[in-house]
């Protein structure tokens, strides 16, 4: 009989995303056989019903297979997964990327091996060597860099998913950035939990900026760099020169800001205020004109007035954000946010459009000012490429997927580019 190979499904951040790629590999190499693994999130409470809905479909779809959950929603509340009748084994967001793991539920997938394998993430003071060359389309790939926070925003539970933030020491990441370049990639893009937080427990403590300068000084054949999202408030020296004087590291910043009025910023325990973001932004433009912005931003925080958010909608302009990733306040268990005051569901929801028609706005103004420039566009696929800012490039006849095509923008068309 043909041996069936595990079927692997994804929930949450591109991390997670990441992650699946290791344990598929992992998992292979293991002889693992006629399972269905589910990588979950814990973001929000909606991100775990999801989860459970997931595990469900799945279970019916393959109602022979053995069914292992894992994620940060496995680590945060591995006795919800447990009790589903759906559910075969839970692994911990630690455990999934030791090869012990996998090979322990190679033979018959629960065995003698316990249930759940879920240890305490807190504990954990290294990172996985679990690097996964290739990752992404042909012409991008995703190199992780970092795992872990260390901070305790009171709306969120991934540190008690990811646990402290760890780093992935430069020369690995470099090894394996010169590996993907040798492999025809031209854009690297370092992800992480809280990126800002790189290099802080390695010894002589470097910043982010710092990996960044010695990314481009060891690989010069890399043609674009990219940084999946920072906390700007902790911007290094050494980052805002790179911004400034390297033309590989791409122009293009998400920023972690969830909100844009001070008191709800402090009620999040965040580390900034409105002041820093604009400050921020306006100096990273200074530096770098033809630079975007996409950013977090929740609406509906516990406790938020008509006033507080008018403060977040005028954030968006006032930083000039392009990208909005735009979040209606969900209620999270487990964590401070939980019992505080709640903003009614309605008015969170009726918010959160408010924020995205403001996005959308910003969008479309940033698209349209792309027309008549000329722009260097990395080719996803044979019509659809992406700018240095990241926008979408629809093409009338077909590239080569993988190279870099400069073209000239002659229009715009629901949210893309046309050339």
Partial sequence: MTAKPPIFATLGCRLNAYETE?????????????????????????????????????????????????GCA??????????????????????KMSPDTWAGLAPDLIGDTERVQVDDIMSVTETAGHLI????????AYVQVQNGC?????????????GNSRSVPAGVVVDQIKRLVDKGFR?????????????ADLPGEPRLGDLVMRILRLVPDLARLRISSIDSIEADDNLMLAIATEPRLMPHLHLSLQHGDDLILKRMKRRHLRDDAIAFTQEAKRLRPDITFGADIIAGFPTETDAHFENSL???????????????YSTREGTPAARMPAVNGRIIKDRAAQLRAVGDGQVAKHLAAQIGQTHNVLMENARMGRT?????????SDQIEGQIVSA???ATLDGQLIV
């Fill in 388 to 396: 240095e800012q990241f926008a979408e490039v629809l093409f009338a």
């Fill in 150 to 162: 260390d901070h305790r925003c009171t709306f969120c539970i991934i540190p008690y998913g990811r």
């Fill in 22 to 70: 290791a344990m598929k590999a992992l998992a292979t190499e293991a002889g693992v056989e006629g399972a269905v693994v589910i990588n979950t999130c814990a973001v929000t409470a909606e991100a775990v019903r999801k989860a459970r809905q997931e595990i469900r479909k799945l279970r019916r779809d393959n109602p022979d297979a053995k069914v292992i959950v894992t």
């Fill in 74 to 95: 496995a680590q945060t509340e591995p006795e919800t997964f447990a009790a589903m009748d759906e559910v075969d084994a839970v692994i911990g967001n630690h455990e």
């Fill in 133 to 140: 060359d290739g990752f992404g389309t042909r012409s991008r």
């Fill in 314 to 328: 005028k954030l968006v302009t006032e930083c000039d954000l392009t990208w909005l990733h735009v979040f209606p």
């Fill in 187 to 199: 854009e690297i893009v370092l992800t992480g939990v809280d990126m800002t937080s790189w290099g």
């Fill in 408 to 410: 000239r923008v002659n």
